[in-house]
């Protein structure tokens, strides 16, 4: 069962080699097999985990790319819950085994056989890609394929870690970091009813933070950010979006009663946790990871209902590797999203 959009071949840009740069290629289209779905890719977002793929990926060569929204071409044998037409979105959460603990106790985002795409198959830097089902989630009308694509992953990861939180409405709640997690982190926390801290190093960044939501702001340059969450009455979640284990370590005795820091941002170093801070008001360390394919649904919808929207640059496909340098290089500072005609 198709769609209108036929190709013998398609374009990619693949990572030949472990180790390698990107490079074009063409690929054999193929049919869906049984439980899945070929997506006609309108957009794909450039996320630091890409870079993962050049020496984690199940096998090589392999198409990086997990934040790709677009139109279902195909479905295979035996998919009745989506027709050929659908917008729909791919994420981190690319499919899971179904028979694991985490999987049978319905935390299938534990699967320790979570498959991604960009590192167990084929992703999206690519104009076509083939997915299992229950990877996909609805687009709304309201929100373009470029908008949504970043949605997948910065989106669901901090949306999804926010309402997973201790957090209620009227909490106050930090968040560390304004960058591509970080400035979604500051949307749906405002939106959401928290009372809402942005934490991010410069005065400059301050109006900017304000008009993404924030309530207040604290220079985490000019300033002690714990002292300056206490001064506000400690924070009852921080959500940390940055990759320094030095400023999570910093911020942690920001936390009031029961508060929790909770980390999205990966650093290879240790976090500095003085179990006196722990101990002393009952706060907590806890890591979040991205969401279910409907988890990214609910944020989608979410984003589409309340007017957040990322901060996205947009290049065609073609200029993937030029993407990569501008988001390895941190000229792009939120998100670069890539696009098929």
Same mark, same amino acid.
């Given at each position: 069962?198709?769609?209108?959009?036929?190709?013998?071949?398609?374009?990619? +840009? +693949?990572?030949?080699?472990?180790?390698?740069?990107?490079?074009?290629?063409?690929?054999? +289209?193929?049919?869906?097999?049984?439980?899945?779905?070929?997506?006609?890719?309108?957009?794909?977002?450039?996320?630091?985990?890409?870079?993962?793929?050049?020496?984690?990926?199940?096998?090589?060569?392999?198409?990086?790319?997990?934040? !790709?929204? $677009?139109?279902?071409?195909?479905?295979?044998?035996?998919?009745?819950?989506?027709?050929?037409?659908?917008?729909?979105?791919?994420?981190?959460?690319?499919?899971?085994?179904?028979?694991?603990?985490?999987?049978?106790?319905?935390?299938? !985002?534990?699967?320790?056989?979570?498959?991604?795409? $960009?590192?167990?198959?084929?992703?999206?830097?690519?104009?076509?890609?083939?997915?299992?089902?229950?990877?996909?989630?609805?687009?709304?009308?309201?929100?373009?394929?470029?908008?949504?694509?970043?949605?997948?992953?910065?989106?669901? @990861? @901090?949306?999804?870690?926010?309402?997973?939180?201790?957090?209620?409405?009227?909490?106050?709640?930090?968040?560390?970091?304004?960058?591509?997690?970080?400035?979604?982190?500051?949307?749906?926390?405002?939106?959401?009813?928290?009372?809402?801290?942005?934490?991010?190093?410069?005065?400059?960044?301050?109006?900017?933070?304000?008009?993404?939501?924030?309530?207040?702001?604290?220079?985490? @340059?000019?300033?002690?950010?714990?002292?300056?969450?206490?001064?506000?009455?400690?924070?009852?979640?921080?959500?940390?979006?940055? @990759?320094?284990?030095?400023?999570?370590?910093?911020?942690?005795?920001?936390?009031?009663?029961?508060?929790?820091?909770?980390?999205?941002?990966?650093?290879?170093?240790?976090?500095?946790?003085?179990?006196?801070?722990?101990?002393? +008001?009952?706060?907590?360390?806890?890591?979040?990871?991205?969401?279910?394919?409907?988890?990214?649904?609910?944020?989608?919808?979410?984003?589409?209902?309340?007017?957040?929207?990322?901060?996205?640059?947009?290049?065609?496909?073609?200029?993937?590797?030029?993407?990569?340098?501008?988001?390895?290089?941190?000229?792009?500072?939120?998100?670069?999203?890539?696009?098929?005609?």
């Amino acid at each position: 069962m198709g769609y209108d959009w036929e190709m013998s071949t398609f374009s990619v +840009q +693949q990572i030949p080699v472990v180790g390698a740069p990107l490079e074009p290629s063409e690929r054999e +289209q193929r049919d869906p097999g049984p439980g899945e779905a070929r997506v006609r890719v309108e957009a794909c977002g450039v996320c630091h985990s890409d870079t993962m793929s050049s020496f984690l990926a199940a096998s090589y060569p392999v198409v990086p790319g997990h934040e !790709i929204a $677009g139109i279902i071409d195909a479905v295979g044998p035996g998919v009745d819950a989506w027709e050929p037409g659908a917008r729909v979105g791919v994420g981190w959460y690319g499919g899971v085994d179904h028979v694991c603990p985490a999987c049978r106790a319905g935390d299938s !985002i534990d699967c320790p056989n979570l498959r991604t795409p $960009g590192l167990a198959f084929d992703g999206g830097y690519a104009e076509s890609v083939t997915v299992p089902v229950d990877a996909l989630a609805a687009v709304p009308d309201a929100l373009s394929a470029a908008e949504a694509a970043p949605l997948m992953c910065a989106g669901v @990861t @901090t949306f999804n870690g926010l309402r997973n939180s201790p957090a209620r409405a009227g909490d106050l709640v930090a968040v560390l970091g304004i960058g591509g997690l970080g400035h979604l982190g500051v949307q749906f926390a405002a939106k959401m009813g928290f009372e809402t801290v942005a934490v991010a190093r410069g005065a400059d960044k301050e109006p900017f933070a304000r008009a993404l939501g924030a309530h207040h702001y604290i220079d985490s @340059t000019g300033s002690d950010v714990s002292a300056g969450l206490q001064a506000l009455g400690g924070a009852k979640v921080i959500l940390s979006t940055v @990759t320094s284990a030095d400023a999570m370590g910093a911020a942690l005795g920001g936390l009031g009663a029961r508060g929790q820091l909770v980390v999205l941002g990966v650093d290879m170093e240790s976090i500095a946790v003085p179990p006196v801070v722990l101990v002393g +008001q009952t706060r907590s360390v806890a890591g979040h990871p991205s969401g279910t394919s409907k988890d990214s649904e609910d944020t989608l919808r979410f984003a589409a209902l309340t007017g957040i929207r990322p901060m996205i640059e947009t290049m065609a496909m073609a200029d993937a590797p030029r993407a990569w340098e501008r988001m390895l290089s941190g000229q792009a500072r939120f998100r670069v999203v890539l696009t098929n005609p």
